[in-house]
């Protein structure tokens, strides 16, 4: 088979030859026109850290395509800086962008025919936007992580760009003064990379290298190092091999795959975030996989690593401590990971680790021993009850007390919830509602940093409860449950909830409730009436229309 089956439909025989002359006018000689064309999808942009060194990490995957025997094909793609747009309106396109940049992926690969393709991405959305393209597409494919930012310092602390959001409400709470503030906004963020703890980019990075879709270590490596940018070059190498052997995504992510992602996600801490892109990313490579599976897996994975948010350290730390494959064998050892799933470079898992130590190293505190976890369980909990038939995403780690029952302060926006925390409005004990934020009534499902950062600064973090339709950043920690489906726009009890309501959040029952009676429930729905949607032109609008329940990943296809 030659490793030019695709690109052949545009390179070969007398009638592409006016083809072959667009082609020569990008670089292609006599002799290029038989070897594979392979897609670099180049995420750069200047708009966020998380995405200003993708460029030199492009033209180096580039160079050894080319060195490997095959025609690179560079093409860009767009980002959304969620860090710039949080707590705005422009976050509602966040996670839109995450479809616009699977779309424009395969649009460029399905198009020109290309015979395979590396994705260079760094931001929370083009992560699984490219797997998603990658899924659906299922030619020859590698994912390459821009990197991880290196900790800011400021007082002998590591800061994050969590940090910031935080010293928001320390300095409304008049725990700080505004030169401290304004120090830790200068030290946040010291250059470029995806946002440093155990955040979405980092979670997304961790799943896919365990799920076998990019190298190993390369997920926890810090964006300005050398090493990401010899790892960039040798993704390169590794996917021209895997075209020449036809190694496609889908033989890669199976669902016993995906269940190896899901167990380090919940071994590293991760995102909520990494429900909702898992789900569609099994859904674009045709895998079953529901929102009760993460509950499953949760039950038998133990949080091995102490990182941020809730924890200390940062992704160069666990870098340093040994990195995802570290975790991964520890997770092989005790029966918790599939060690037979393919990985892109045609090994098994198992023969990925076979030289890694079965227990990490003593003089590191970053990934715990077996026997001395951060918690016997996993931290990201579905939760169901009549607030959420459908389910809901709660992490339930880091919190002092894993239940509450309250009253409901309700929000009808993100905006409205965030001026009454910063107006001390909120006191211990309330159950805060943000509504009106899900997949098809914001729409887009903004994440609730900022109202989040600003409890946790203001000391209100483990006394205060906040459920909201929309998501949750990955650096997000405390009585928070977000996902929550039905989502109101579409009626859900959500929708239902009146000021002052009783609800409770119970983490260990994993149960989220509304403590009214089904009669009085009937009542409200009767009169309840969808609101008008918030955008009627463009691409909120077309989104909107399209976008599935939370509980089935949001997916518009």
């Known amino acids: 088979m030659s490793d030019n089956q695709r690109s052949r439909a545009i390179t070969q025989g007398a009638q592409r030859s006016p083809n072959r002359a667009m082609l020569r006018a990008v670089g292609f000689g006599d002799k290029d026109f038989d070897k594979p064309i392979v897609g670099v999808a180049n995420g750069f942009s200047t708009i966020t850290p998380c995405n200003k060194g993708l460029n030199e990490l492009a033209l180096n995957a580039e160079r050894a395509l080319k060195e490997a025997g095959a025609m690179p094909q560079m093409f860009g793609t767009i980002t959304v800086s969620d860090g710039i747009s949080m707590g705005t309106e422009g976050m509602k396109y966040s996670l839109v962008s995450r479809e616009v940049i699977a779309d424009s992926i395969e649009t460029a690969v399905q198009a020109e025919s290309m015979d395979g393709v590396i994705a260079i991405g760094g931001c929370d959305k083009n992560m699984p936007g490219a797997m998603i393209a990658m899924a659906r597409m299922n030619v020859p494919a590698i994912f390459v992580y821009g990197g991880t930012i290196k900790p800011g310092h400021y007082n002998g602390r590591d800061l994050t760009i969590v940090s910031a959001f935080e010293a928001v409400g320390q300095y409304t709470a008049h725990k700080i003064d505004e030169k401290e503030l304004f120090e830790v906004e200068r030290r946040a963020c010291p250059g470029a990379g995806s946002c440093g703890g155990m955040f979405t980019a980092n979670t997304m990075s961790s799943a896919f290298e365990a799920m076998g879709m990019s190298l190993p270590y390369s997920s926890t490596m810090a964006a300005e190092d050398d090493e990401k940018y010899v790892s960039a070059a040798r993704s390169a190498e590794v996917l021209v091999d895997a075209i020449r052997k036809q190694i496609r995504p889908r033989d890669i992510i199976t669902r016993k795959s995906i269940e190896n992602a899901i167990a380090v996600i919940m071994a590293v801490g991760g995102s909520t975030n990494a429900v909702l892109h898992f789900l569609a990313i099994a859904h674009a490579a045709e895998v079953t996989l529901t929102i009760d599976d993460f509950e499953r897996m949760r039950g038998k994975v133990p949080v091995l690593c102490d990182l941020k948010p809730s924890g200390r350290y940062v992704a160069t730390d666990l870098h340093k401590a040994g990195g995802v494959p570290q975790v991964m064998k520890m997770l092989l050892e005790h029966g918790l990971l599939h060690g037979d799933c393919v990985t892109i470079s045609g090994q098994t898992v198992e023969e990925v680790l076979k030289d890694i130590p079965s227990t990490p190293r003593k003089d590191q505190n970053v990934i715990r021993q077996w026997e001395n976890p951060m918690y016997a369980q996993g931290h990201l909990a579905i939760l169901k009850g009549n607030l959420a038939t459908e389910g809901c995403v709660a992490k339930i780690t880091g919190v002092k007390t894993p239940k509450i029952t309250g009253p409901a302060r309700v929000f009808e926006s993100e905006e409205t919830c965030m001026a009454a925390i910063l107006a001390r409005q909120i006191q211990p004990g309330d ?34 409860g906040l459920i909201t339709d929309g998501r949750f950043s990955g650096g997000t920690y405390g009585m928070v449950v977000g996902h929550v489906a039905p989502e109101a726009f579409v009626g859900g ?65």
């Open 431 to 464: 159950v805060v509602v943000i509504r009106y934020e899900g997949p098809k009534g914001g729409p887009g499902m903004r994440e609730m940093l900022s109202p989040t950062s600003a409890l946790i600064g203001e000391g209100l973090g483990d006394s205060v």
């Open 493 to 557: 009890t959500i929708a239902l909830v009146h000021e002052g309501d009783s609800i409770t959040i119970d983490a260990e029952q994993r149960l989220l409730q509304l403590n009214v009676s089904g009669e009085e429930l009937s009542r409200r729905r009767a009169e309840w009436k969808p609101p008008h949607p918030r955008y009627t032109r463009g691409v909120l609008a077309k989104y909107a229309k399209l976008v599935s329940s939370a509980s089935r990943g949001a997916i518009t296809d």
